[in-house]
């Protein structure tokens, strides 16, 4: 089973002080949409500028209250502290001597405040992490150590904490191995409509674990191609059992910092999870290939800048493809990888169908119906039997039940706050043909083709897109024929 989910933003778990734990396997969103993430990075948006990650902090506490006001024929209190956590009351007034009057009445406390949203920044390494040479405080060669990524094979140790298995053998200090990977690639063009790749993964571990407790994720750049992109053809054999049942899931993030080792900026990552009940044993095998396709040909991958690919037809071995076990990760070493808060949702709009809150659990952002505070010339879209491709869950299956049409000489604006935001919108094909190209705030966003080279009503949730609002107006418009179901903004950081 091939899925495509959304990867809305959440933060990102640093590796220190629990350095056997790598990046959470989930733990880039805290929570996933059913289907779906199809976003691009466009300069002309974001200036090509990394986000500022430095929130300007939400005081921890209210001052306490004022003094109460001196009583004149009865003055008034002291007020209330600003809002933080509970400031004391104000001490009450006393009336002035000689004069008639009552006291003040006590300063009220302060009202609890929100605790601060804060950005998180991308896990990055010391370079001498990436020279090739031991030394550095490092256990092993590149690793190990309190600045470097643990050790993932048999490499060196003082700690536990040193290695990726989380065991540094007794005796022999060295890490034990979780597991071996060997990368080859299909298809070797630097510029090509589906990368291609092939993994061997041999499991070393004296004790087995299920296939349901592995993950693996290969990381590129979308480079300007068509939306939606999906994997669209991942097989798994296990020493030779062919019935492994597989998940293989596009996710789509804000472009990281140059990676240190090779320089490549990466924005999203294909995830390849199994929900098959078998066991890998100590010398299993698991032999798998998988590809990305593109929602068109038009715009070509460029391999040559992402990060997992190499350009080899032989099985290699490499650290640029993570494995992780249980959300820990027993292999590889990922990018630097950008993303923001869930306490940056700012607010959200299902236009043209009822609210709706995304998520198979309803954990993501709410989307609001469409109401007056969205105007639009073009013509509404419903369908009663959506059968979006690639499957969606239930509730963002009910989103793009319900869209809005825009063609050439169609418009919309949607009433919000002036700002800066991360824009995601969702697009959907209702005629599994519908191509076209949307543009907010007068900007084009990612071409979109629903077509997807196979059959069903294609959709992608694209973004996030860097926008600013100055006049409390969001304006979209479009090329083409496009149906834009939802929209989501989240906040910057001032």
């Not at 950005?119 to 490092?138: I, R």
Request: some cysteine; proline content about 7%; glycine content about 12%.
């Amino acid at each position: 089973m091939v899925a495509y989910l959304g990867l809305m933003p959440g933060p990102i778990v640093p590796r220190r002080p629990s350095r056997a734990q790598g990046l959470n396997a989930s733990g880039l969103g805290r929570w996933l949409l059913g289907a779906g993430c199809a976003l691009t990075f466009i300069a002309s948006l974001n200036d090509c500028g990394f986000p500022s990650y430095d929130f300007t902090p939400t005081p921890s506490g209210g001052a306490d209250g004022s003094t109460g006001g001196t009583a004149v024929a009865g003055g008034n209190g002291g007020t209330g502290a600003s809002a933080g956590s509970s400031g004391s009351a104000g001490a009450a007034g006393s009336a002035p001597v000689g004069e008639a009057g009552e006291a003040g009445e006590a300063g009220a406390a302060g009202a609890s405040g929100s605790a601060p949203c804060v950005y998180p920044t991308p896990v990055t390494y010391p370079d001498h992490c990436f020279n090739n040479l031991t030394g550095d405080s490092e256990t092993g060669l590149d690793c190990g150590g309190p600045d470097c990524l643990p050790c993932e094979a048999s490499q060196p140790c003082i700690h536990d904490s040193d290695c990726a298995s989380g065991t540094c053998t007794p005796g022999s200090t060295t890490c034990s191995q979780v597991l071996a990977l060997q990368y080859l690639s299909i298809v070797t063009e630097a510029f090509t409509d589906g990368p291609k790749f092939r993994l061997l993964i041999n499991y070393m571990d004296a004790k087995a674990t299920a296939l349901s407790d592995l993950s693996i994720r290969y990381y590129f750049n979308h480079n300007g191609v068509a939306e939606p992109v999906i994997a669209l053809d991942t097989q798994a054999t296990l020493d030779q059992v062919m019935d492994i049942k597989i998940n293989a899931v596009v996710h789509r993030l804000l472009p990281g910092p140059p990676a240190k080792k090779g320089g490549q900026i990466t924005d999203s990552y294909l995830e390849i999870t199994f929900s098959s009940a078998v066991q890998i044993a100590a010398g299993g095998t698991l032999d798998l290939t998988a590809d990305i396709i593109a929602g068109s040909s038009v715009a070509k991958f460029q391999q040559s800048s992402h990060y997992s690919f190499l350009n080899v037809s032989a099985p290699t071995p490499t650290d640029a493809i993570t494995v992780f076990r249980k959300g820990q990760r027993v292999w590889g070493t990922e990018p630097p990888l950008a993303t923001f808060p869930e306490c940056a949702y700012a607010r959200g709009v299902n236009l043209g169908g009822p609210s709706v809150t995304l998520g198979a659990n309803g954990e993501g952002p709410t989307l609001a119906a469409a109401d007056a505070k969205v105007t639009f010339t073009g013509t509404p879209y419903s369908s009663t039997t959506p059968q979006p491709f690639p499957a969606a869950d239930a509730n963002t299956t009910k989103m793009l039940s319900s869209a809005f049409t825009f063609t050439n000489s169609d418009t919309a604006a949607w009433t919000v706050p002036s700002g800066r935001y991360w824009l995601y919108a969702w697009l959907t094909s209702a005629a599994s043909a519908d191509s076209g190209l949307l543009s907010v705030q007068d900007t084009p966003l990612d071409a979109f083709s629903g077509l997807q080279r196979a059959s069903g009503a294609g959709w992608a949730q694209l973004g996030p897109y860097s926008i600013e609002v100055t006049d409390g107006v969001l304006r979209a418009s479009a090329t083409g024929k496009v149906n834009v179901a939802g929209l989501a903004l989240y906040k910057q950081a001032p």
